[in-house]
């Protein structure tokens, strides 16, 4: 059985992934800060697979390596990792923007990235295979007003991901990016701090993309034939044409 490692499988995208590769004959490393999210994840696929949880802060390098590193033996061969831990905080224009929001979205969206990737990546190197799936955005192809520094981490990740694939080229490891548009999960609750209304309002009068939506997208690009790698997708929902572009019923 092949083992798939998920971050932020709290909430949203992630949920969803460990959801539907756990009933798909994967068996799931989920991690997330949130203990009881971890734990309601594990008892819903109890019948269907193995999960094992890592609570940790992406931003916390050693909790990382420390979580990647003590994993027990049996669980060390990961054979998919999906790099999906990631939000907005805040949306405000480059000179209003909030200090605090913008070093953790970098901290959070690139160096998470980065510290999980490094953590993982010599268990695949040394087996000579693994897949890692990056979750990027439409905001890593394309900025809009008030994004600015969301836009730049999920630029970063589109960097990233075409690095990554051409470095790891010669250790046969597939790296694949996913860029969604607008995604209905808790991601405009974080963004605009808890602001249910707010949040609401982003997804109101046309049918945006829901989690399981890219679930189903995560699962068909992990299960090509080992000579295939779908390197790069962009989904949007029908109504949405570009990041600010969104057809909405009146
Ligand atoms: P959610 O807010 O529903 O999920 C975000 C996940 O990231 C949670 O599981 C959360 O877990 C985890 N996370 C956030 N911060 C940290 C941290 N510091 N350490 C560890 N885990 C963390 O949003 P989505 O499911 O929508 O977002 C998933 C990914 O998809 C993100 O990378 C986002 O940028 C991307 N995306 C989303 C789109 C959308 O419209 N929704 C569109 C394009 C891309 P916990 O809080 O428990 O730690
Ligand atoms: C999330 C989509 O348009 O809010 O990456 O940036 S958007």
Redesign the pocket.
């Known amino acids: 059985m092949k083992t798939a490692f998920i971050?932020?499988?709290?909430?949203?995208?992630?949920?969803a992934t460990a959801k539907l590769l756990g009933t798909n004959g994967y068996r799931i490393i989920a991690?997330?800060?949130?203990a009881e999210?971890l734990n309601q994840l594990k008892s819903e696929l109890q019948s269907h697979t193995e999960v094992y949880s890592m609570q940790?802060?992406?931003?916390d390098k050693a909790s990382v390596f420390n979580a990647v590193n003590f994993l027990p033996d049996d669980w060390k061969n990961i054979d998919l990792l999906i790099n999906?831990?990631?939000?907005?905080h805040g949306l405000a224009s480059i000179q209003n923007g909030d200090l605090d929001d913008w070093e953790?979205m970098l901290?959070?969206?690139v160096k998470?990235l980065l510290y999980v990737s490094k953590a993982v990546l010599p268990h695949m190197i040394a087996r000579k295979s693994g897949h890692i799936i990056n979750?990027?955005?439409?905001?890593g192809r394309e900025v809009y007003p008030q994004g600015n520094v969301?836009c730049a981490s999920?630029h970063a990740v589109d960097a990233l991901n075409s690095a990554m694939r051409m470095d790891l080229l010669e250790h046969n490891i597939k790296v694949s990016q996913i860029?969604?548009?607008?995604?209905?999960?808790?991601?405009?609750?974080?963004r605009f701090k808890g602001d249910a209304e707010k949040s609401q309002k982003v997804y109101e009068g046309f049918d945006?993309?829901q989690?399981e939506d890219?679930a189903e997208l995560i699962l068909f690009i992990a299960t090509r034939p080992a000579h295939v790698n779908l390197a790069d997708a962009l989904i949007l929902p029908t109504a949405q044409a570009a990041s600010k572009m969104v057809r909405k019923e009146s």
């Not at 991690?31 to 949130?34: E, L, P, Q, V």
């Not at 860029?179 to 974080?190: I, K, M, Q, R, W």
Request: proline share 2%.
């Open positions: 971050t932020g499988a709290t909430s949203g995208i992630g949920y991690a997330g800060r949130r999210r940790f802060d992406v931003r999906n831990a990631g939000n907005a953790v901290d959070i969206n998470g979750i990027g955005s439409i905001a969301y999920k860029a969604p548009g607008l995604v209905e999960t808790e991601f405009s609750l974080v945006a993309l989690a890219i």
